[in-house]
Nanobody, 125 residues
Framework: QVQLVESGGGSVQAGGSLRLSCAVS????????MAWFRRAPGKEREGIAS????????YYVDSVKERFIISRDGRKLTMYLQMNGLEPEDSAMYYC??????????????????WGQGTQVTVSS
C-alpha cells in the first residue's frame, strides 16, 4: 500500500531553519528512490533533492545545494529534509515522492511518482 505523509512545514523568517519529515509505508520505502519536490504559487512543481533509500546516495539541484540536507531512516521508514538558510524564494508547498527508477533524480519526466499531500513552507523577509 502506498503511503506518504509529510509534516514539519510552517512559517519562518529568512535565515531560519525547518525540518520536513515524510513518513511512508514499507511498500513505498522499498520503491528505492525518494525525493522532495516543491511548488511555489504560479510556478510548476520542481524537484529539489532525492535519495536512494538502499545506498543513501543523494542528489540536489543547485538552488538548494549547501543549504538543504536530505536523509532517510530505514527503521522509522521516514525521509527528512533539513532546510537551513531559508530564503523567501523557498516559500512553497513541499511534497515528498517515491518511485521505482534506475537513476534516482528529482525529475518529473516519464517517472511515475507516488505523492504525499504536501506541507506548506513560508519564509518571510
Amino acid at each position: 500500500q502506498v503511503q506518504l505523509v509529510e509534516s514539519g512545514g510552517g512559517s519562518v523568517q529568512a535565515g531560519g531553519s525547518l525540518r520536513l519529515s515524510c513518513a511512508v509505508s514499507t511498500y513505498t520505502y522499498t520503491r528505492g528512490c525518494m525525493a522532495w519536490f516543491r511548488r511555489a504559487p504560479g510556478k510548476e512543481r520542481e524537484g529539489i533533492a532525492s535519495i536512494q533509500t538502499y545506498t543513501g546516495d543523494t542528489y540536489y539541484v543547485d538552488s538548494v545545494k549547501e543549504r538543504f540536507i536530505i536523509s532517510r531512516d530505514g527503521r522509522k521508514l521516514t525521509m527528512y529534509l533539513q532546510m537551513n538558510g531559508l530564503e523567501p524564494e523557498d516559500s512553497a508547498m513541499y511534497y515528498c515522492a517515491a518511485a521505482s527508477v534506475s537513476v534516482c533524480r528529482p525529475e518529473r519526466g516519464a517517472t511515475s511518482w507516488y505523492w504525499g499531500q504536501g506541507t506548506q513552507v513560508t519564509v518571510s523577509s
